[in-house]
């Protein structure tokens, strides 16, 4: 009987040392995420050929997804993880986490990443957009904001901007879903919250504070 209680005692700490491990791993993934989406920023509105100052001044939520990738398992599939903060006040609130996931690249050309700003224009779409699962074409019309056409329709709701190594020929949106990221935010916060909880009530994290002054500097400009 001792034996056997010693021996729950003792798979019950290797089970806590694991998930200890486990949530330290995820911690310093996210981390290094929220540090790519930072560069990412940085890039797609200081370059030459950068997002324009209107269109971000316009946006209510944004985005960051950096490293889309093509999947190699499933052609056509592709998937990224990444963050999305929306206007709080005078400024940008926390992050919460996202994914966006797509049946069907359609057409890519260049490297097999891309790095992906999301503009949604429209607040009246927030609390969807921050919903567990978000559908593109459905939910929102949206359009690649990389071609005039884009900036010439009214009706768009939603701007996606890509950027990758060599050259971008954009994907099919119709589809495409922005899904809540369970995991990262647990990381972030250390609870589970929702997307709409974290952007309207919680406070930023030390390790999302470069993340959100980023978008404070490049959307007050």
């Given amino acids: 009987m ?8 003792r798979h019950f700490f290797l089970f806590v040392a694991a998930a200890a ?5 995820a911690a310093n993934e996210t981390a290094a995420r929220l540090g790519k989406a930072v560069t990412v920023l940085s890039r797609m509105t200081e370059s030459e050929h950068a997002i324009p100052v209107a269109k971000l001044a316009s946006a209510d939520c944004i985005a960051v997804i950096p490293g889309f990738k ?14 999305i903060s929306c206007r709080n006040g005078n400024g940008w609130s926390t992050p919460g986490a996202i994914t966006l996931e797509t049946g069907s690249l359609g057409v890519q ?23 567990e699962r978000f559908t593109v ?21 939603i701007l996606f901007y890509g950027h990758t190594k060599g050259a971008f020929a954009g994907f099919g949106l119709d589809g495409a879903t922005l899904k ?3 995991s990262s935010k647990k990381a972030l916060y250390g609870k589970t919250l929702t997307n ?3 952007v309207a009530e ?20």
Wanted: glycine share 14%.
């Fill in 2 to 9: 001792e034996h056997t209680w010693f021996m729950r005692k």
């Fill in 21 to 25: 491990v486990l949530h330290a791993g």
């Fill in 70 to 83: 093509k999947g190699a398992a499933v052609v056509g599939v592709g998937y990224g993880r990444g963050f």
């Fill in 109 to 131: 050309v260049g490297g097999e990443e891309i790095d992906i700003v999301i503009l949604s224009l429209d607040k009246e779409k927030r609390s969807k957009l921050l919903s």
């Fill in 137 to 157: 074409g459905s939910d929102a019309s949206a359009a690649w904001g990389n071609g005039k056409s884009a900036h010439e329709d009214p009706n768009t709701q």
């Fill in 180 to 182: 809540s990221d369970d």
């Fill in 196 to 198: 709409g909880q974290i």
């Fill in 202 to 221: 919680e406070a930023t994290p030390a390790v999302a504070r470069s993340f959100v002054a980023k978008l404070d500097g490049v959307v007050s400009r």
